[in-house]
C-alpha cells in the first residue's frame, strides 16, 4: 500500500513545541541564575514560575535573550485559556512572580522554537536549585487547592 498516506512517526517533533496555536504561549523575561548568587533571587522565581506551570498543566521553556545582557525569556505554553489564566493567577497572587499587564507577552514563533528546556539552557547546579524549590512550592499549592 505505498500509495495511502501514512502517519508521521509520534515522536517525530518531540520536545519541540508548536508554533501553531500562539495565543496559548506566554513570554516572561527574567535575569540569568548565577550559580554564585548569594540569596538565590532568580532561581527561585523560576521555580515559584515552574510551580505555577505544573500547577495549571503547562509547559515551560527557556531562551537566553540576545542583546539583553544577563536575562531570558520564560516560555509557557497551555493547553486552555483555563490553563493560562490559572497560571496567571499564581503569577499575579505572589510579589515575587507578580508582573505588569505590559510585561506579559506573547513570544513570536523564532521565540518558541528556539526556547528549551531548563536542562539544556542553565547549568546543572542551577537546575537542581529550580527543580528542588519547585518541588516545594508545587507541594504547598497542592496542599492548598484541597483546603479551597
Not at 110 to 133: H, N
Request: contains cysteine; charged residues 25%; hydrophobic residues 45%.
Amino acid at each position: 500500500m505505498s500509495g495511502s498516506p501514512t502517519s508521521p512517526p509520534s515522536n517525530v517533533g518531540a520536545g519541540l513545541p508548536p508554533a501553531a496555536g500562539a495565543g496559548q504561549w506566554i513570554q516572561l523575561e527574567e535575569p540569568v541564575p548565577h550559580e554564585a548568587s548569594e540569596d538565590g533571587d532568580e532561581a527561585e522565581v523560576i521555580a515559584c514560575m515552574l510551580a505555577y506551570a505544573r500547577s495549571a498543566n503547562a509547559r515551560m521553556r527557556v531562551v537566553l535573550t540576545e542583546g539583553k545582557d544577563g536575562s531570558c525569556a520564560m516560555l509557557f505554553n497551555f493547553g486552555s485559556e483555563e490553563e493560562k489564566e490559572e497560571f496567571l493567577r499564581l503569577l499575579q497572587a505572589n510579589p515575587l512572580t507578580r508582573r505588569r499587564d505590559s510585561e506579559i507577552l506573547i513570544p513570536d514563533p523564532v521565540t518558541i522554537l528556539a526556547a528549551r528546556p531548563l536542562s539544556e539552557v542553565f547549568s546543572a547546579d542551577i537546575v537542581f536549585r529550580i527543580l528542588g524549590f519547585a518541588d516545594i512550592a508545587a507541594g504547598w499549592l497542592s496542599g492548598r487547592k484541597r483546603v479551597m
